[in-house]
Nanobody, 126 residues
């Protein structure tokens, strides 16, 4: 049974940075894609970034492009978040899928992912 555990959340001032980690129970190469998602209060869970470990192809939604960076090692996927603003506040989740796609952007949607972590809270406030 796949297990994902997020860590690294916390409270940061606007303009600050955080690095989130998602550790998988199995080597992440066993999944087609790993993604980071955010759910703000009262909002739908949305994709932020995804990576395909087989070739390290990455995808970012426009709202985080240039500010967030997704990366990985053997068992962990990271999300480096810079230039944070209050709109980045929310519960951050990592997720994994074995579903295949030709393009990572096609799979980087919450309905495509099967395995989810418990989430880690990120609060950006002065």
């Amino acid at each position: 049974q796949a297990q994902l555990v997020e860590s690294g959340g916390g409270t940061v001032q606007p303009g600050g940075s955080l690095r989130l980690s998602c550790t998988a129970s199995e080597h992440i190469q066993g999944y087609y894609a790993i993604g980071w998602f955010r759910q703000a209060p009262g909002k739908e869970r949305e994709a932020l970034s995804c990576i395909t470990p087989a070739d390290d192809t990455t995808y970012y939604v426009d709202s985080v492009q240039g500010r967030f960076t997704i990366s990985r090692d053997k068992n962990t996927v990271y999300l480096q978040m810079n230039s944070l603003n209050p709109e980045d506040t929310g519960e951050y989740y990592c997720a994994a899928t074995r579903v295949l796609a030709f393009y990572v952007r096609e799979i980087c949607k919450k309905e495509k992912f099967d395995y989810w972590g418990q989430g880690t809270q990120v609060t950006v406030s002065s």
